[in-house]
């Protein structure tokens, strides 16, 4: 089991606001993610930052 408190996070295309991605993060020492990704509606790599928080819900 990791250590730390790591919240699953979707990264969001940040020109068409698509959840495309899922990462974890920590919070305590990562307030925002950004990276690079390919977008398949924007078809191209666009950066992408990390978003809502993914609530499981079982
Ligand atoms: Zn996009």
Known sequence: MPRGKNTN???ICKEC???NYKTRINKKT???LEHKKYCAKCNKS???ASGSEI???S
Do not use: E, F, N
Request: charged share 20%; glycine share 0%.
């Open 55 to 57: 609530k499981h819900s």
């Open 30 to 32: 990562t307030a925002k």
């Open 46 to 48: 666009t950066l992408h």
């Open 17 to 19: 606001k698509m959840q």
């Open 9 to 11: 996070v979707y990264l």
